[in-house]
């Protein structure tokens, strides 16, 4: 059985440019969750879809990073005008239900982000 | 919203000793606390977890505790091995909520 896939792995930017990272569950997993993993950090939740509902979102910094999951499988995430408090690693992971309620998330490599 | 505290950012231990990681957190209606594992260089992966109608689960080499009255919940390795070295994340949720992760443990093994 096929992972998390993640793509790109890694991304530099200047500030302000945009950079989108996609993902693609395991397959039959309806929840998604997007995570940023600073450097030396635990990873903190940004978002998480059950099929294509966004759920809670509320830890997105919404004025520059979105995303979405239109069909209920992969999912885009997008920041515009980076800065250099977004570098970390965006972690992707997938479960069966949600997380809390039936069990372990399944996480990808992750997207090492660098804003210079 | 949830807050978990994971007290020991490091921690070093001979090879074949027992190790113990601590975390607390602060809502008292989570009800499941998993922990995960990541080894140099690579994503998490889940390695035990514990809901709150249990005080106790093992699996092999590891032991979750958990009392609900501190709000405290603690994993332990018992003779520990090198491929045990990694950063292990505590992590707390309520029912159908996303994942609360404390800041990580690298666990240091050593012969």
């Known amino acids: 059985e096929a992972g998390v896939t993640q793509s790109p792995r890694y991304a530099v930017l200047q500030e302000g440019q945009a950079v989108s990272f996609w993902c693609d569950p395991i397959?039959?997993?309806?929840?998604l969750y997007w995570y940023q993993q600073p450097r030396d950090q635990g990873p903190q939740l940004l978002v998480y879809?059950?099929?294509?509902?966004?759920?809670?979102n509320s830890q997105l910094p919404s004025d520059r990073f979105s995303a979405v999951r239109p069909k209920g499988t992969n999912s885009t995430l997008k920041i515009q005008s980076a800065k250099q408090g977004d570098t970390a690693t965006y972690l992707c992971?997938?479960?069966?239900?949600?997380?809390?309620?039936?069990?372990?998330?399944?996480f990808g490599e992750g997207s090492k982000l660098t804003v210079l | 919203g949830e807050k978990v505290e994971q007290h020991e950012s490091t921690l070093s231990v001979r090879e074949g000793d027992s190790a113990v990681i601590n975390c607390t957190y602060t809502?008292?209606?989570?009800?499941?606390f998993p922990w995960y594992k990541q080894e140099a260089g690579k994503s998490l992966h889940f390695v035990i977890d514990?809901?709150?109608?249990?005080d106790r689960k093992q699996s092999q080499r590891l032991t979750v505790l958990l009392d609900k009255k501190a709000k405290r919940f603690s994993l332990h390795i018992t003779a520990t091995q090198p491929e045990d070295s990694a950063i292990y994340f505590c992590?707390?949720?309520?029912?159908?909520?996303?994942?609360?992760f404390g800041l990580g443990t690298r666990v240091s093994v050593f012969p």
């Open positions: 992971a997938s479960s069966l239900g949600l997380g809390g309620s039936t069990g372990q998330l399944y």
């Open positions: 397959s039959g997993h309806d929840t």
């Open positions: 879809f059950r099929d294509e509902a966004v759920i809670d």
């Open positions: 809502d008292t209606a989570s009800s499941y």
């Open positions: 514990i809901r709150s109608n249990v």
């Open positions: 992590a707390a949720s309520t029912y159908a909520q996303g994942l609360t």
